[in-house]
């Protein structure tokens, strides 16, 4: 709306809150774009839109535009009084409503958790969009290291083909990013592909990303595998724990140095680690375990799984850590490999275990 037709109509009409009726005046500057405050402290100014950031307001107002470009029923702020919520839009189509939250800051991930799920009571289904942050210079085929916190990470959304994303939006290009196809390295380190894709452009639900050709999910194969070998050839240098170190332990006990380790020991395999150690270090731990009680790895019961998981989880994450591996037992049978004495001496050619991986990340679905 002009600025010229919101001035006169502050002249003309009085405004209040629809949450807690207390009068609010229009506020038109120079700096912020126009919005609504209160005139006198109130108790629901923590869910009102003046203690928002400029970029937060910015991007929620193109983000109604885009949805009412859609030619959906769109709602800034609509207070929803039976869980005491303001999403930033409701949206609404003909058989389905919507809660977006343009996601500007971090809050605590119980929050986030807590106001979906009282979205999804109402039948209203939940979808939230992260501001873009920042990463490296893209190359021409878009893939690069990125650092995500455990924050960032609660918003890994996966499709029906296990293939892992982030959708962000940023206001000041007007371009949704995609962070796209992510497999844990280390840390809070992954690897993603970058997709940026103008407003314009987007569609509601929203468009993906092309799936990893099998060039792209090779040049993924080799990063992980260079961050592996930095780790096994450092592994005994950075040790923190010394000779208390399990993973080094476990080495020595098979008189093996870190880099000698067979090309199965630290597979990557999703997109999150959801051990709390390395890829090499709880595969090795798995497959000792299994040499030690002698026991084939179709064989393991899910007693024996779960001692395992108790020994190497990361907190809240058990039946995803289960799932984890499962994968690893999967790619192991896929290897033809067999619980004896010779297992880690066994050699596997790299491109077997390429094969496999690219089965695991190349997904099979529509491009957009």
């Not at 109509?9 to 609504?36: A, D, S, W, Y």
């Not at 885009?66 to 009084?81: A, D, G, I, Q, R």
């Not at 990463?135 to 995500?148: A, F, K, R």
Request: hydrophobic content about 40%.
């Amino acid at each position: 709306m002009p600025t010229e037709t919101l001035i006169q109509l502050r002249k003309t009409m009085t405004f209040f809150c629809p949450q807690c009726e207390n009068p609010v005046r229009l506020k038109i500057g120079q700096v912020m774009i126009p919005h609504f405050a209160h005139i006198v402290l109130s108790d629901c100014l923590t869910s009102f839109s003046e203690r928002e950031s400029p970029i937060h307001l910015k991007g929620k107002l193109q983000l109604a535009e885009f949805f009412e470009e859609k030619s959906l029923e769109v709602f800034v702020e609509s207070y929803l009084p039976e869980f005491r919520q303001r999403p930033d839009i409701l949206v609404k189509s003909s058989h389905q409503s919507y809660a977006i939250e343009f996601q500007c800051c971090t809050i605590p991930i119980e929050v986030r958790d807590l106001r979906s799920r009282g979205y999804l009571k109402s039948n209203i289904e939940p979808v939230w969009i992260l501001r873009s942050f920042e990463y490296p210079e893209v190359p021409p085929n878009g893939i690069v290291i990125i650092q995500l916190t455990h924050f960032r990470q609660a918003f890994i959304q996966q499709d029906d083909f296990g293939d892992a994303s982030i959708i962000a939006y940023d206001p000041n290009t007007e371009q949704f990013i995609y962070y796209a196809h992510l497999i844990h390295l280390q840390g809070t380190r992954f690897i993603a592909k970058i997709g940026m894709l103008p407003r314009r452009l987007q569609s509601f639900p929203f468009r993906q990303l092309k799936p990893l050709t099998s060039v792209e999910g090779k040049v993924y194969w080799d990063i992980f595998h260079r961050y592996r070998k930095r780790f096994l050839t450092n592994s005994v240098l950075t040790s923190k724990k010394g000779v208390k170190d399990p993973f080094l332990r476990i080495c020595y006990f098979n008189h093996l140095q870190p880099i000698e380790l067979p090309l199965f020991i630290g597979v990557p395999l999703g997109t999150v680690n959801y051990l709390n150690v390395r890829h090499a270090e709880w595969q090795l731990a798995f497959i000792h375990m299994c040499m030690q009680k002698q026991i084939q790895f179709h064989d393991l019961s899910n007693e024996q799984i779960e001692h395992f998981l108790q020994q190497n989880l990361r907190e809240n994450n058990f039946k995803l850590a289960r799932e984890l591996c499962f994968s690893y037992i999967h790619v192991l049978k896929q290897l033809g490999l067999r619980v004896d004495s010779s297992l880690l001496k066994q050699k596997i050619p790299e491109e077997k275990l390429l094969e496999i991986f690219l089965q695991l990340i190349v997904a099979k679905r529509t491009e957009y």
